[in-house]
């Protein structure tokens, strides 16, 4: 099978651009080309549906933005916050969004270091994840300020001692390591892109690619380069990450409150974080994987990996809060009394309890049951995860803040129409500039698929044909001929 | 009320009080005693001069009628003082006489200057009040209270003066240390990274550049069979 | 040192609006050298004149504690004691807590800050008992530990302070302080005209600013002068004494007591002490029983703000 010349299938290129989607006449057989199609389909073509939807996102943004023009006008008490619950939604979900960061670290970096193979076609969506949370979670702090016209004091006059400053130098590096490590894996593809695409391309994507692709040629010298220049953010990001989150967790548990003077706030929180990024990347591959049309990339062999990788951090979880629940409840302190009526009895017990059972108990029974260990069970798994992570959060912050410190009655807080809007308008950035990722950079690590692959099929390992891989068996990715295969790694 | 105090000049206080320190005479010399109570009569003895923040010896010695020694009384040794323009007899120490009627006590001196020393007997249902005074120079000059802050790490939990920017808070701070060392670690790496970057494009630029590849969607195919929908 | 003259008025008798034209008339009195800042009334107990005579009878508000000291050069170390026995939270008066209203009035303080609240807590037996707690301006202080710009900070005296200047309204150190004694400007904050006419400095924090932090400051400046804070000065019993630890000495404003032997002497005790916090502010159990107040009597007078709303675009909010 031969690939022809560019140059006379504009037809098929102008189909590809106006519909989205490959026109009939398709290539045959080879799996690459298939892949490279595939992947790199959106960026050739863009439909109304997507520009509706960019428009959506911006429409609710645009709405966040007035409700924060409300609160630079009239200061923070347009929130629900006040003395004594000084601090809701805005840390909440800052929090929140720095644990989905953790994602990428986890599939790019911890499975790559353990050798594991089956995460290499979804590591790019787990990088943007990763890459966007936190762009997305470092506004929070900001937002949450009484004077952000003060910012630069935190540069000029900033403590070492302070947690919150801890805060901003590890985000800081941490942004950007995984923006570092976001763009690594990028290079091969951007040269594909480059490559590939053709002269239909518009001229400004054209340039795009050859100024990023940084004159990839794919020499073994820039191999070798690459190979190492990977190892390094792979070994250094991790725990840059671990750090990241241990930090976050100490502006809480660097207090003498009841429910945040813990010990093990820093691997609580790392445990969650990492709980809520696979749960992201569920979610996310998901969708990407319905619109882009990836089924045959990203297979239930993922989804259950990623599903049992969810259940082993709810395991993880489910110890950490008895660690923190059983040791402090045995005690019972007056604060703790206190913390726990409102926490398991009282006002918070509703989302508490939804946060035990439908983020941890439920994941976990759904990845016990083989019929319920399907790719729509993992994805609904996921999505009780974060939505539970959230509460966590929410109950963390709120809570801890809801115990007396002094003889009164506990405070109140409800977060107003502005904390809402903003938490929208936030959520609607991160799709937004996933959204544009997905434009701008293939969403599947191409060359990596293609190496895994090349890897497989030249060790010629059988890959055994139970239920976990009989769609993928059928989709055409398990058994590809080596003949075809070699004469495509000659290309 | 017997008193022997400041209402008299300082000479005849003087004099006054070592004639009854010596004599142990009980005599009282006010006007109308209260005819319940027995008379007293209170000795005090204290240094003349002292320094700041050294602990000096109070005694006082109460007897009634006949020099009789009364034992079990509460003495208070005061000192009149000026604190926040407001005047009065601050209690600096009490003790309870023992059966010779000697009262001893302490006081670590925290003021300086002239001080008056007086060593009162407030009268119970039996005896009269009595009240003795004495000077007391106190000299010397030094901070006698250091803040307590339990375990003191340096720049780790205690807190700055003023503000200073940052860099010349690089020196003195133990926990910024371990910050800044791990920080240099990992952003020097980031930039080993940045260079392998810079590199790859160098090699980059020396290859000839390869011939246009085929073009993704070019040549014909069968139609995605294969493909199955979730 | 400073000249100060008594005034004879009964400014306790006069409303909140007539205090203003009084206090406007003792600024114009202060400027001419003249200043009162203590009167007395028939019950012998200062109260206290707003904040503005403050302008002409008191040095500068400086950033240091070289005015602090006294002339020999050693530094004060300034504490409180709070005599609970005495504190009824002005129910014999059928007042709100005079303390804090002096405070409020004295500094500006905008509704519905308390830098000094009298909390009620319950007792064992079944009573109740009021606790005023100020700032407890801990010589480990958990608040300046954690802010990220060093805004609040120690001075020599040991009293913590707050540069609104530098704030940047981050609110860390709310959750840091484990006594409830940090406020913060949530809006604009309701200030009368008066908040606007010294100088701002650390020490003296009107007028308020949205998005910054204040409290308690154990008035600084007052001591300095050789007077008492607000709240000592208000106290209808006497129940607030404040004093110095280098010199060992402190005073309700009627009463002199060496400081160490007066905690010593009622086993005074400070606010959770098991956290290591070292605070400065001691108290000395009791319901108010020397005053004669029956444990039973709950309740106290809500604390009233002057004003709530004065400036255009203020607005008042709740704790």
Redesign the interface.
Request: charged share 15%; no cysteine.
């Given at each position: 099978m031969a690939l022809e010349a560019d140059g006379e299938r504009g037809g098929d290129m102008v189909a590809l651009k106006r519909t989205g989607r490959p026109g009939p006449e398709y290539i045959e057989g080879g799996w690459q080309p298939q892949l490279e199609r595939r992947v790199l389909a959106p960026l050739a073509g863009t439909g109304p549906r997507y520009f509706l939807w960019l428009a959506f996102l911006i429409a609710v943004i645009g709405w966040a933005g007035f409700a924060y023009l409300q609160q630079w006008r009239r200061g923070l008490i347009v929130t629900g916050m006040r003395d004594r619950i000084s601090w809701g939604l805005y840390i909440t979900s800052f929090v929140f969004f720095i644990g989905i960061s953790h994602a990428g670290t986890l599939l790019s970096a911890i499975l790559r270091a353990v050798k594991a193979t089956w995460q290499m076609s979804i590591t790019r969506m787990a990088e943007f994840i990763t890459v966007v949370a936190l762009m997305v979670g470092a506004l929070f702090p900001l937002i949450d300020l009484g004077r952000p016209d003060r910012l630069w004091n935190i540069v000029v006059f900033g403590r070492w001692q302070s947690p919150l400053l801890w805060d901003l130098l590890a985000i800081a590096t941490y942004l950007t390591g995984s923006t570092l490590y976001l763009y690594l894996p990028l290079v091969p593809d951007f040269a594909l892109c480059r490559d590939r695409l053709g002269p239909q391309a518009p001229a400004w994507q054209r340039h795009f690619f050859e100024i990023v692709a940084l004159g990839w040629r794919g020499t073994p010298e820039q191999q070798r380069l690459l190979e190492h220049a990977m190892t390094i953010m792979m070994v250094v990001i991790i725990p840059v990450a671990v750090s990241v989150h241990t930090v976050i967790s100490w502006i809480f548990s660097m207090s003498l409150r009841e429910p945040f003077n813990s010990t093990v706030f820093g691997a609580y929180f790392v445990a969650g974080a990492i709980f809520s990024g696979i749960a992201a990347i569920i979610v996310l591959m998901a969708v990407l994987r319905r619109l882009l049309r990836l089924e045959a990339y990203i297979t239930e062999r993922q989804f259950v990996n990623l599903g049992f990788l969810l259940a082993a951090l709810a395991l993880i979880m489910v110890y950490m809060n008895l660690s923190e629940y059983v040791t402090t409840g045995y005690k019972m302190n007056a604060d703790t009394a206190v913390h726990f009526q409102q926490l398991m009895l009282g006002r918070f017990a509703g989302l508490f309890w939804f946060y035990i059972f439908g983020g941890l108990v439920v994941p976990g029974l759904i990845m016990l049951f083989p019929r319920t260990r399907t790719i729509r069970g993992v994805v609904v798994a996921a999505t009780l995860v974060l939505v539970a992570m959230w509460i966590e959060r929410y109950l963390i912050v709120v809570g801890g803040f809801s115990v007396p410190l002094m003889p009164y009655q506990p405070a109140q807080y409800a977060p107003t129409w502005v904390e809402w809007s903003i938490l929208a308008g936030a959520f609607a950035l991160f799709a937004l500039i996933i959204s544009v990722f997905t434009k701008l950079f293939p969403v599947v690590s191409i060359w990596e698929v293609v190496e895994y692959h090349q890897l497989e099929a030249a060790t010629a390992v059988h890959r055994p044909r139970h239920g976990r891989d009989r769609q993928s068996a059928r989709e055409g990715t398990a058994a590809v001929p080596v003949t075809v295969l070699a004469q495509e790694a000659t290309q | 009320m017997n008193e022997i105090s400041c209402r008299f000049s300082e000479p005849t206080r003087r004099g006054l009080l070592a004639l009854l320190a010596l004599a142990g005479a009980a005599l009282p010399m006010a006007a109308q005693a209260q005819t319940a109570l027995a008379p007293t009569a209170i000795g005090i003895g204290v240094p003349s001069q002292a320094q700041l923040g050294q602990l000096i010896p109070l005694q006082a010695r109460l007897v009634g009628v006949g020099g009789v020694p009364i034992p079990k009384a509460t003495i208070y040794f005061t000192s009149p003082?000026?604190?926040?323009?407001?005047?009065?007899?601050?209690?600096?120490?009490?003790a309870v006489t023992d059966a010779q009627g000697l009262a001893t006590a302490s006081w670590?001196a925290?003021?300086?200057g002239g001080l008056t020393i007086q060593a009162e007997f407030r009268g119970d249902d039996r005896y009269a009040p009595a009240k003795a005074a004495a000077p007391l120079v106190v000299g010397g000059?030094?901070?006698?209270?250091v803040?307590?802050?339990?375990v003191r790490i340096p720049?780790?939990?205690t807190?700055?003066?003023?503000?200073?920017?940052?860099l010349a808070?690089l020196w003195p701070?133990l926990?910024?240390w371990p910050?800044a060392v791990?920080?240099l670690v990992?952003?020097s790496?980031?930039a080993?990274?940045?260079a392998?970057?810079w590199?790859?494009?160098?090699?980059?630029?020396s290859?000839p550049a390869?011939a246009?590849?085929?073009?993704?969607?070019?040549?014909?195919?069968?139609?995605?069979g294969?493909?199955?929908?979730? | 040192m400073w000249p100060v003259a008594s005034h004879p008025a009964t400014v306790s008798a006069l409303t909140a609006s007539r205090r203003r034209i009084a206090s406007y008339v003792l600024t114009l009195a202060g400027v001419l050298g003249v200043g009162a800042v203590r009167t007395r009334t028939a019950f012998g107990r200062a109260v206290v004149v707003p904040s503005a005579t403050r302008l002409a009878a008191l040095p500068v508000p400086g950033a240091g504690g070289q005015q602090a000291s006294r002339p020999t050069g050693r530094l004060r170390r300034w504490a409180m004691v709070i005599d609970l026995r005495r504190c009824d939270g002005c129910q014999s008066v059928s007042k709100p807590p005079q303390c804090t209203e002096a405070c409020i009035e004295g500094h500006f303080a905008p509704a519905p800050m308390e830098w000094i609240q009298v909390y009620e807590a319950d007792l064992p037996s079944g009573g109740t008992q009021f606790l005023p707690a100020p700032c407890q301006q801990c010589q480990s202080p958990p608040c300046t530990n954690v802010c990220p710009v060093g805004a609040t900070f120690s001075t020599p005296e040991g009293v913590v302070l707050i540069d609104q200047d530098r704030c940047i309204g981050c609110r860390i150190c709310l959750e840091a302080c484990p006594y409830d004694r940090r406020f913060f400007n949530w809006g604009e904050p309701p200030q009368p005209p008066e908040a606007k006419l010294a100088p701002y400095s650390p020490e003296h924090q009107p007028p308020a600013r949205r998005g910054t932090v204040m409290k308690c400051d154990f008035c600084p400046d007052l001591a300095r002068a050789g007077r008492l804070p607000y709240c000592a000065q208000a106290c209808p019993q006497g129940a607030i004494y404040y004093g110095d630890l280098e010199e060992d000495m402190a005073t309700n404003g009627t009463d002199v007591v060496q400081l160490s032997h007066f905690i010593t002497e009622h086993s005074a005790y400070r606010l959770k002490e098991h956290l290591g916090t070292e605070p400065r502010v001691w108290y000395i159990a009791g319901h108010g029983e020397l005053v004669g107040r029956n444990p039973n009597k709950r309740g106290r007078l809500p604390t009233v703000w002057p004003w709530k709303r004065t400036a255009k675009g203020a607005e008042t909010w709740s704790r």
């Open positions: - | 003082t000026t604190f926040l323009n407001v005047t009065g007899d601050a209690v600096l120490a009490e670590r925290t003021r300086t000059e030094r901070q006698l209270y803040q307590q802050v339990g720049a780790l939990n807190a700055p003066i003023s503000g200073l920017p940052i808070r701070g926990s910024a910050i791990a920080l990992v952003w790496l980031y080993t990274v940045v392998l970057l590199r790859i494009a160098a090699a980059g630029r290859v390869v246009q590849l085929p073009s993704l969607t070019a040549g014909t195919g069968s139609a995605e294969a493909e199955v929908q979730q | -």
